[in-house]
């Protein structure tokens, strides 16, 4: 289906550009991870803030990347490589994560060699058109976190942080009713809690 949709030459690019992200993704990720350790003495959150400086992305958002590569072992980052860095930020701290990895990546075999959406991931291992409202909350504290962000200080954009992160595991299945054309089927996908780059 989504061949007919996509030009060949698009296709290639997009996945090209799929490819490049997942690398740069990661590699943000890992030089942070670094300038932290780097800097033990400093707040992370200033540390992030930092780094956002230069590479042109909100602090949470290179806290959520530094956060990505911590979680993956490098093998693991190797092994599932022909998927979105999407794909990693959504399976970030499941105990099942290796699982939706990989079931994303065989699915390639009946997809005709596409690996399986982010959406379609979400719906195989995260079904549940009751938490709707739940996905929205959070949808909304991020929001409100990112509208504050220029008039709280670091400590206090850090202890917000932390807290939105205890609701967020609490509610770790949050999802939202759309509609989606994937394979034709009527979806539910985990609610946007964070800005997604990479909307596979």
């Given at each position: 289906?989504y061949?007919?949709?996509?030009?060949?030459e698009?296709?290639?690019?997009?996945?090209?550009?799929?490819?490049s992200?997942?690398?740069?993704?990661?590699?943000?990720?890992?030089?942070?991870?670094?300038?932290?350790?780097?800097?033990?003495?400093?707040?992370?959150?200033?540390?992030?803030r930092?780094?956002g400086?230069?590479?042109?992305?909100?602090?949470?958002?290179?806290?959520?990347?530094?956060?990505?590569?911590?979680?993956?072992?490098?093998e693991?980052?190797?092994?599932?490589?022909?998927l979105?860095?999407?794909?990693?930020?959504?399976?970030?701290?499941?105990?099942?994560?290796?699982?939706?990895?990989?079931?994303?990546?065989e699915?390639?075999?009946?997809?005709?060699?596409?690996p399986?959406?982010v959406?379609?991931?979400?719906?195989e291992?995260?079904?549940?058109?009751?938490?709707?409202?739940?996905?929205?909350?959070?949808k909304?504290?991020?929001?409100?976190?990112d509208?504050?962000?220029?008039?709280?200080?670091?400590?206090?954009?850090?202890?917000?942080?932390?807290?939105?992160?205890?609701?967020?595991?609490?509610?770790?299945?949050?999802?939202?009713?759309?509609t989606?054309?994937?394979?034709?089927?009527?979806?539910?996908?985990?609610?946007?809690?964070?800005?997604?780059?990479?909307?596979?």
């Amino acid at each position: 289906m989504y061949k007919e949709l996509i030009p060949d030459e698009y296709q290639a690019e997009y996945i090209s550009i799929r490819e490049s992200t997942l690398e740069k993704s990661f590699r943000i990720g890992e030089m942070t991870a670094d300038c932290v350790e780097r800097n033990l003495e400093e707040k992370k959150a200033i540390v992030y803030r930092a780094a956002g400086s230069y590479v042109g992305l909100p602090s949470r958002t290179v806290r959520e990347y530094t956060d990505v590569f911590n979680f993956y072992p490098k093998e693991a980052q190797k092994r599932f490589e022909v998927l979105a860095f999407a794909h990693f930020r959504k399976a970030y701290n499941k105990d099942n994560w290796e699982e939706m990895l990989t079931w994303s990546v065989e699915q390639a075999d009946v997809l005709g060699g596409r690996p399986a959406t982010v959406d379609a991931m979400i719906k195989e291992f995260c079904y549940n058109e009751d938490e709707n409202i739940i996905a929205q909350l959070m949808k909304k504290l991020y929001e409100l976190l990112d509208r504050l962000s220029e008039e709280l200080t670091p400590e206090q954009i850090e202890q917000v942080q932390v807290k939105i992160n205890e609701i967020e595991d609490i509610v770790s299945c949050e999802l939202v009713e759309i509609t989606a054309h994937d394979e034709g089927d009527k979806m539910y996908v985990v609610g946007e809690k964070r800005n997604d780059e990479n909307n596979e």
